[in-house]
């Protein structure tokens, strides 16, 4: 009987239904459970190749429970098939089994953050479903395989942090649907393959960190849906094809740290309107920074820095997103006063945390506005600039400040005490400034700073004792000032110094103390030309992290403490120019590390060790020892092989000093002879009506009164041998400089002896004058020199090129050399050497010629002075050749000619280089010591390289200024051509090669030329 309401046909249909789910599902099931227990083998192969699990994630990987209810597996809700591996961030080590290809349902594999290793199994290609691969944060090596580009349902393909190598896969341009392709830190080389652009569904593209090289593809224009450009630290080259620059959708742009160039579009910051991070530094980017790119609103990080980009910032006060600003590195601003204008179109942001805009050529003085940042700011770059004035004490302000650079600039003034609010600071560097006055106390309230570097400036006084608050300190750096007084045992006792401690070139006085053992973890210490006395503390032999050790140039004395035979770190050892004596340790043979060993100019006596570092003499140096000997002939010391050695070392030291105290007594005779010889001739002179000093004799009773004691309000320099003093004689009111010698220095006496020989018979207008030479002894019973000098009251070329603050001028005022008055000193200092070279029996050579040494009188006519290195030429008619009366030319490093690093004697060449440096510097305002010169980057081709279309962008701001102001009576054009003729002559004079050097006679032919055109064309002092 047939079931009501069914027809045949669908009872029948009923019927095959029912006997196909009788006899088929069995079947069904057991295909279901083969293909499951395939997943399964897979996943246990997948385990065989782990060889470390130290979290025993894998555990539950046995054949007692289903598989996908194993750790970090996910399977489908029907099918039961493995569609998910996670085992991200399990420390995991092994490789990959080729396995995991059998999984062939799997949609998801995370292996992120493990120790994989070897290659990626080519096998992953058979997985037809895989949506994500995230192998990231490994160690996997080898290739990427090509047949991944089977795996066409891939959205994310990520590789990051791996050891891979060889190049990006042209297949790759197949995965129509990746969104996320991250290849970067790995070692891949060749190029970016134009099939990249075939990504039609590419929305972030990383390949930073590798080598890939070649040029940016235009392919890439093709990707209109891309946010994230990351292509940093490559090899890539040419420029950026200007389509690139069109995919409005980009919000990060990352290219810094390749090799391409071009300029930026002029519409930038239009053609990105979603752009948040654009960062293109360490590139070779070149022009102007556009004013476009104010109107990227979005942007929040732009960092353009280590390009060759110039010009004026554009405005920036529609950024208020901007976090971090940095165009360091570049040839921005002019020097100009207005340059640092565009801080304060900055203030509108709320989110600054970082502004760096070291080494470029900003001038102007730091904004009050600079306050504004004060919530956020945590980083202020202003460092190798040409900022000048005071730091406004609105900087106190940023109390979250954490990096504090204005290194390098022309900063002056004290330093304010609201500093120490500062106290997140954890580095603050002022060197190479001209700061002066104390170091403020305030600074020991930085209690986490750890960096602080304030040398090369002009602060005196004593080390604050307060330093010793900051405990979190690794390097200190008070190197170059005028510091005096002891050294504090609480700031040396600072455990935490561990980089670097530098004292050096002031005026320290006293011992070392004993808590500079507290440095044990030191890698640095240089306490050098200072006055230091007393011995070296046995307790420094605790510094065992000691890696250089320099002394030179002060008083110790007594014996090297055998503690010192600890410091096995030591690669450098200066101990010379002390007063040092005993045997030399041989316990430095042992020291392996070490590479230079210098205790030359010391009281040390008997053998010389022979091993380690005393088998190389280019690396040991231990002349001036007399009481020495050595059985290498190399150092140059008594031969220590016969049994008569200690007698022939003791007759040559005892003939040694006979010689020595003959040779001074014969100049110190010649000298006093000289000045009574002048004493006489006035006499017999006729009277005149003009005043002439040269007949004073002046005792040490006479200039101590002069001086007001030596007083440092009288100091009105420190030069290489001694200081300088203004004084003012009681008798009739002349006005006189004291040069006092500082007698412990090395080559002090060698140099009074020197300048008084020549300036003996030499006389001109733009030499400075000798009055007289006082040589006595104090009230101390301590021989005591110095020479007496008419007094220049504008001070020295140096003041005005780069001047400190006055109290008159604290505010940045600064003091103007005109055109004119430029041209005119740079005459009175040609005149004096030709003079010097060409006028004299016998010519003297200066040989450190530089602004410092240059004075100026009340009508600002320049006077050459300090001829303490200066050298005598005894020209023979049968040597073409020139001796000197003394050997070792110094000078002073940027001024002295290149040649004279590699020999000893001096040249009428050698001063028309120096000359040559300090023209160009009088005209650009630049000093040849700026840290922009290195290597082989010199003012010479600072100035070469920017003839003749660009010499307006490096000259002295000051005198463009000037030059601004003659242009509406039609005068500018004149200046700049001549001021072209003042760089070709600098030029000229400066070349590397001494032959090829301009004559000084025909250097002040040339510029009296231009003077008298300038003159004509209205010019005036």
């Known amino acids: 009987m047939k079931p009501p309401n069914l027809s045949f046909l669908e009872f029948s249909s009923s019927c095959r239904l029912f006997f196909t789910c009788i006899v088929l599902l069995p079947c069904i099931s057991q295909v279901l459970s083969a293909n499951n227990m395939t997943d399964k083998l897979a996943l246990l192969a997948f385990k065989a190749a782990i060889t470390m699990d130290p979290f025993g994630a894998l555990n539950s990987w046995n054949h007692t429970t289903d598989h996908c209810q194993w750790h970090g597996v996910m399977c489908g809700r029907l099918h039961r098939r493995v569609t998910g591996l996670d085992l991200q961030a399990l420390k995991l080590s092994g490789s990959i089994s080729p396995h995991i290809g059998n999984l062939s349902f799997l949609r998801v594999l995370m292996l992120i953050n493990n120790i994989f290793h070897h290659e990626i199994p080519h096998q992953v290609s058979h997985l037809h479903s895989l949506r994500v691969l995230q192998l990231s944060h490994n160690t996997l090596e080898g290739k990427i395989p090509r047949n991944l580009s089977s795996c066409s349902h891939l959205r994310l393909l990520c590789l990051v942090d791996n050891r891979l190598v060889g190049e990006i896969p042209i297949e790759f341009g197949s995965l129509v649907k990746l969104r996320f392709l991250r290849l970067g830190k790995n070692y891949l ?381 030591l690669n450098e050892i200066d101990l010379s120019h002390n007063n040092l004596s005993g045997q030399i340790p041989e316990f430095f043979e042992a020291f392996h590390f070490l590479e230079n060993l210098n205790l030359s100019y010391n009281n040390f006596e008997g053998t010389l060790p022979t091993k380690g570092i005393f088998n190389n003499v280019s690396a040991t140096f231990v002349s001036g020892n007399d009481k020495l000997c050595a059985r290498l002939p190399e150092f140059h010391l008594l031969k220590c092989n016969s049994r008569n050695s200690g007698r022939k070392l003791f007759l040559k030291w005892k003939l040694t000093i006979l010689i020595s105290f003959s040779v001074l007594g014969i100049a110190l005779l010649l000298a006093f002879l000289y000045f009574g010889w002048l004493k006489k001739k006035k006499r017999t002179e006729p009277a005149s009506n003009s005043k002439d000093d040269s007949s004073l004799s002046l005792s040490y009773r006479t200039l101590i009164k002069a001086t007001d004691g030596f007083s440092s309000s009288n100091l009105i320099g420190v030069g290489g041998f001694g200081s300088v003093y203004k004084g003012v004689l009681d008798e009739n009111g002349t006005v006189i400089a004291v040069k006092v010698l500082n007698l412990m220095l090395h080559g002090a006496v ?150 004279y690093g590699m020999e000893s004697t001096a040249s009428r060449e050698g001063d028309v280089y120096s000359y040559g440096i300090l023209l160009l510097e009088m005209f650009t305002g630049v000093s040849p010591t700026n840290e922009m010169f290195r290597e082989n980057f010199n003012l010479h081709k600072f100035v070469k390289e920017a003839l003749p279309e660009q010499i307006l962008e490096i000259t002295d701001p000051l005198l463009l200024q000037e030059m601004e102001s003659h242009k509406g009576m039609g005068r500018g054009d004149a200046a700049r051509d001549f001021l072209e003729m003042v760089y070709r002559i600098g030029v000229a004079c400066s070349v590397q090669a001494r032959r090829e050097r301009m004559n000084i006679t025909k250097v002040e032919a040339q510029l009296h030329f231009i003077r008298d055109k300038l003159h004509a064309a209205g010019f005036q002092g």
């Open 750 to 899: 060698k140099g009074f002896i020197t300048e008084c020989e020549a300036l003996r018979n030499i006389r001109h207008r733009n030499l400075l004058k000798v009055l007289t030479v006082c040589s006595s002894t104090d009230y101390s019973g301590n021989e005591f020199k110095a020479l007496v000098y008419e007094f220049m009251v504008n001070g020295s070329l140096e003041d005005w090129l780069h001047p400190s603050p006055s109290p008159a001028n604290v505010d940045g005022n600064v003091q103007k050399l005109s055109l004119i008055k430029r041209i005119n000193i740079s005459i009175d200092v040609a005149s004096a050497l030709d003079y010097l070279h060409n006028n004299l029996q016998s010519p003297v050579i200066h040989c450190d010629l530089k602004p410092s040494n240059i004075l100026l009188d009340a009508e600002m006519v320049g006077h050459v002075g300090d001829f303490g290195l200066a050298k005598i030429m005894i020209e023979s008619p049968n040597d073409t050749k020139a001796s000197m009366s003394s050997a070792g030319v110094r000078g002073t490093i940027g001024y002295a000619a290149p040649e």
């Open 189 to 569: 080389t060749g190029t970016i393959p134009s099939s990249i652009g075939n990504m039609s569904s590419l929305e972030r593209l990383g390949l930073a960190w590798n080598e890939v090289g070649g040029n940016i593809p235009q392919a890439l224009r093709k990707l209109t849906k891309l946010e994230v450009l990351q292509f940093e630290v490559n090899r890539l080259s040419g420029t950026i094809p200007p389509s690139i620059f069109n995919l409005s959708s980009i919000k990060v742009f990352e290219i810094g740290v390749n090799d391409i160039g071009g300029n930026l579009p002029a519409n930038i910051g239009f053609a990105l309107p979603n752009i948040e991070i654009f960062t293109i530094g360490d590139n070779r980017f070149t022009g102007l920074i556009p004013q476009s790119m104010s109107n990227a609103t979005t942007l929040k990080w732009l960092q353009v820095d280590g390009n060759i980009l110039s010009g004026k910032m554009p405005p920036l006060d529609r950024l208020n997103m901007l976090e971090i600003f940095s165009v360091g590195n570049n040839y921005l601003g002019s020097g100009g006063y207005s340059d640092s204008s565009f801080f304060c179109s900055l203030t509108n942001t709320t989110f600054l945390m970082v502004l760096s805009i070291q080494n470029n050529s900003y001038g102007g003085t730091l904004p009050e506005c600079i306050g504004n940042f004060s919530n956020t700011l945590l980083e202020l770059w202003l460092g190798r600039n040409l900022l000048f004035g005071t730091i406004p004490k609105i900087v106190g302000n940023l109390i979250n400040l954490q990096r504090l650079f204005l290194d390098h600039n022309r900063f002056s003034g004290t330093l304010p005490s609201v500093l120490g609010n500062l106290n997140n600071l954890v580095e603050m560097k002022l060197s190479y400034n001209k700061f002066f006055g104390a170091i403020p106390s305030s600074l020991g309230n930085l209690v986490n700073l750890s960096r602080l570097y304030l040398d090369h400036n002009n602060f005196h006084g004593y080390i604050p004792s307060c330093l010793s608050e900051c405990r979190n300190l690794v390097e200190l750096d008070l190197s170059s000032n005028n510091l005096n007084g002891t050294i504090p045992p609480k700031s040396i006792g600072l455990s935490s110094l561990s980089i670097l401690l530098n004292l050096s070139r002031n005026h320290l006085t006293g011992v070392l103390p004993e808590e500079i053992g507290k440095l044990n973890l030191l890698a640095r210490l240089d306490v050098s030309r200072n006055m230091l006395d007393g011995h070296i503390p046995a307790s420094l032999g605790s510094c065992v992290g000691l890696e250089v050790l320099k002394m030179q140039e002060n008083s110790f004395r007594g014996t090297i403490p055998s503690s010192m035979s600890m410091l096995r770190n």
